[in-house]
């Protein structure tokens, strides 16, 4: 399953936001050589201290995927594209449609087209969402499950999926996308809740406050940052995966798949040495019309086609995440 | 079923195209105040001629919808929005992606953003398509059926459905799709087959030349325009439809209700008095890749919804279409 990234040429889209900076960290100890393209929107999950420690021949572009002319020379001479650039904000794009769409859309699209145009032999992963399941009408849910975008974000980042696999089966790109559900892990953005609010919460924990949880029941499916990176890098690996799209889910908790956001507190108090408490909130009403109810992923057909699988349990990923904002919190305030 | 059209105020985008005009036609006949959007795309649908015999109060106005400038007037005194404009090339879609991505999602959505916020109470219909249903998994197709767009244009006219109905759901707009299977009858293109093979079909029949069969063995459903239009009216008239897509479908043709093209090609030499001939070809590599097999649609959901049922048989269709042109061809030419 893993071949040598020696030398290799990597191009990761939003490169130092939270999951792309943790697979920025793993291929540059692969060998590969990394450049991270980001464009450093505030509301977004990108941070400079995110690649701290990454040296030469690591490199950062500050910038806009969605800069046709900023891009070429970077399309031109990847290997491998890592596209994880995007706005993940479901409100927001409630609020600034047409923004959202010229971000995950428009931006995608003419990435795309530079690849098929420059570099029709690069590979790419696009980092797709689990979020266009809307409420899902089976658990878990498989990728045959019907695709139903709850908010205008799901909309679009179904869109740019389609555009992969499309590229893929009719101009034959090597492209893959991986739908993925609830990620959590070092570098994601604590400050408040935009990116996860299992972000938030750690950060009420380390500063001994009370985090809130809104609901308690609704079950989601969490995988830790470095199993993500694995799989990226496992989608990249195998040419099979080329026009499809993949189900991503978390390594099991107590036997099972996904877990309660109660259950989630739980654990979370558990990994900081049973320090720690919550509030109970009720579910905001503007939320609740795009909220998507319960959810764990079927992610056995990637499974199969890669031999990936998460392996980091939700405790330890916890304790792991705790303890690295333990650490930096500073650098995410 | 139908209310009264008296007085109310009816914008057709797409409105000099081949269903808009005819939904134009219509609506004038009811009594409705239309104004017509149009760009007048030269490669597609629209012509002057459509709209020949209207009169005022029906207004014309030579515009792009993508311009919230000179939309947002005609948003404003809207009480019914008949959504047809866009661009329909599948392989124009692949060259031009782009241009297909702002024709098709970004000036639609930039439209349901005015209406959310100038004119909130204007009931809309979205002109949507079957195209995205791919290669179909059983016949007849109903909207149960996965989505998986075989091309560019079939992501965009899928995203901008999605759109309306989130508007709909989300923001309470009285929206929305129909999915449209081959459309024909007065007022197609039919110079090129860029918007029906069938214009070109009916073209060279009145030429007396042999029309063009690519294949043959494949099936569709076909729909008369004027079925089409009623359609339209009564999705706008049934306001339990907010927020729903469904399907059309065509008259049955000797109980079947698609037929494959060699049927089709019988029916029109019937049609015109037994007279005309065809060539058959082979089906070209470049359009295989994205072709969609056969189709037939299940309209249950939207007969069920509305009372709307087609009348008009594919002879029959065939026969005044032909009727049209035999005095109008060269307005089309």
Same mark, same amino acid.
């Given at each position: 399953?893993?071949?040598?990234?020696?030398?290799?040429?990597? /191009?990761?889209?939003?490169?130092?936001?939270?999951?792309?900076?943790? /697979?920025?960290?793993?291929?540059?100890?692969?060998?590969?050589?990394?450049?991270?393209?980001?464009?450093?929107?505030?509301?977004?999950?990108?941070?400079?201290?995110?690649?701290?420690?990454?040296?030469?021949?690591?490199?950062?572009?500050?910038?806009?995927?969605?800069d046709a002319v900023a891009?070429?020379?970077? @399309?031109?001479?990847?290997?491998? @594209?890592?596209? /994880?650039?995007?706005?993940?904000?479901?409100?927001?794009?409630?609020?600034?449609?047409?923004?959202?769409?010229?971000?995950? %859309?428009?931006?995608?699209?003419?990435?795309?087209?530079?690849?098929?145009?420059? $570099?029709?032999?690069?590979? #790419? %992963?696009?980092?797709?969402?689990?979020?266009?399941?809307? %409420?899902?009408?089976? *658990?878990?849910?498989?990728?045959?499950?019907? *695709?139903?975008?709850?908010?205008?974000?799901?909309?679009?980042?179904?869109?740019?999926?389609q555009h992969h696999l499309?590229?893929?089966?009719?101009?034959? /790109?090597?492209?893959?996308?991986?739908?993925?559900?609830?990620?959590?892990?070092?570098?994601?953005?604590?400050?408040?809740?935009?990116?996860?609010?299992?972000?938030?919460?750690?950060?009420?924990?380390?500063?001994? +406050?009370?985090?809130?949880?809104?609901?308690?029941?609704?079950?989601?499916?969490?995988?830790?940052?470095?199993?993500?990176?694995?799989?990226? @890098?496992?989608?990249?690996?195998?040419?099979?995966?080329?026009?499809?799209?993949?189900?991503?889910?978390?390594?099991?908790?107590?036997?099972?798949?996904? %877990?309660?956001?109660?259950? *989630?507190?739980?654990?979370? #108090?558990? =990994?900081?040495?049973? +320090?720690?408490?919550?509030?109970?909130?009720?579910?905001?009403?503007?939320?609740?019309?795009?909220?998507?109810?319960?959810?764990?992923?079927?992610?056995?057909?990637? $499974?199969?086609?890669?031999?990936?699988?998460?392996?980091?349990? *939700?405790?330890?990923? &916890?304790?792991?995440?705790?303890?690295?904002? $333990?650490?930096? &919190? =500073?650098?995410?305030?």
């Amino acid at each position: 399953m893993t071949t040598s990234w020696q030398g290799r040429k990597a /191009l990761i889209t939003g490169g130092a936001g939270f999951l792309g900076a943790t /697979l920025a960290h793993r291929l540059a100890s692969l060998g590969a050589e990394v450049t991270a393209v980001d464009s450093f929107l505030p509301e977004g999950g990108a941070n400079p201290f995110n690649l701290d420690g990454l040296a030469a021949p690591f490199t950062l572009v500050k910038g806009d995927i969605g800069d046709a002319v900023a891009m070429t020379p970077l @399309i031109e001479r990847s290997d491998a @594209i890592f596209n /994880l650039a995007g706005r993940t904000g479901h409100m927001d794009s409630m609020s600034d449609p047409l923004g959202d769409l010229a971000a995950n %859309v428009t931006a995608q699209l003419g990435l795309l087209e530079l690849v098929r145009t420059r $570099r029709p032999t690069a590979r #790419i %992963v696009y980092a797709s969402t689990r979020q266009f399941y809307g %409420v899902p009408d089976y *658990l878990p849910v498989d990728e045959k499950h019907a *695709l139903r975008p709850p908010d205008v974000n799901g909309v679009h980042k179904l869109a740019a999926e389609q555009h992969h696999l499309i590229y893929a089966k009719v101009h034959g /790109l090597a492209a893959t996308a991986l739908r993925l559900t609830n990620c959590y892990g070092p570098r994601m953005r604590v400050k408040d809740a935009r990116q996860t609010f299992v972000g938030i919460w750690i950060r009420r924990i380390l500063e001994d +406050q009370p985090f809130e949880v809104w609901g308690g029941a609704q079950k989601r499916d969490f995988t830790y940052a470095d199993d993500v990176a694995d799989a990226f @890098i496992a989608a990249i690996d195998a040419p099979a995966c080329a026009g499809n799209a993949y189900n991503l889910g978390g390594a099991h908790h107590n036997g099972s798949g996904a %877990v309660s956001l109660d259950t *989630l507190a739980e654990a979370l #108090i558990a =990994a900081n040495g049973g +320090q720690g408490g919550f509030k109970r909130m009720e579910f905001p009403a503007d939320r609740k019309r795009i909220d998507i109810g319960d959810y764990e992923a079927d992610d056995r057909a990637f $499974r199969a086609a890669t031999g990936w699988a998460p392996r980091v349990d *939700l405790v330890e990923g &916890l304790r792991r995440s705790i303890a690295y904002y $333990r650490a930096n &919190l =500073a650098h995410y305030l």
